[in-house]
């Protein structure tokens, strides 16, 4: 049995008031399912990126959707990950280095540049997500501890 793909769109956004991600999985069957993460700790908008993408890959893993294309309108994350760009920055090594890992889990993966006009639920959920401040004393999710 062959199984079919599941399509996912992620998103970061980071401003200085706070960070979010965005991600939207469609099922074969034409299932949407939207999530939204605010992220914890101020960040740029290329770790807000990578950081919705690891959500993304773990949500798969975690859902044994171990079939996945992925797109996302970062041009900088996807072309790192595709290995056309060398990854400069110190501080994306680590994110760049654990999605690699991630995507090592799924069978079959896929990731391509969209244009940001086609990533918008997902541009939208991490806008909206980057927009609420947490308390601190609510549960928090590292992502790639340094």
Not at 20 to 47: H, K, M, Q, W
Not at 64 to 69: A, E, F, G, P, T
Not at 104 to 127: C, K, M, W
Request: net charge neutral; hydrophobic share 40%; charged share 20%.
């Amino acid at each position: 049995m062959v199984e079919s793909s599941w399509s996912m769109y992620f998103d970061g956004a980071a401003h200085r008031d706070g960070a979010g991600a965005g991600v939207v999985f469609y099922t074969p069957e034409a299932d949407i399912l939207p999530y939204s993460f605010t992220l914890t700790r101020r960040c740029s908008n290329n770790v807000a990126e990578y950081q919705a993408l690891i959500l993304d890959l773990e949500t798969a893993i975690d859902m044994k959707q171990l079939h996945l294309r992925v797109y996302g309108d970062s041009k900088l994350v996807v072309n790192q990950l595709l290995g056309v760009y060398d990854v400069k920055k110190p501080e994306l090594i680590p994110y760049y280095k654990y999605a690699r890992q991630l995507m090592g889990y799924l069978s079959n993966v896929t990731i391509e540049h969209i244009p940001r006009n086609f990533n918008q639920q997902a541009d939208s959920l991490a806008r909206v997500a980057s927009m609420i401040t947490l308390p601190s004393h609510r549960n928090q999710i590292s992502i790639c501890q340094n």
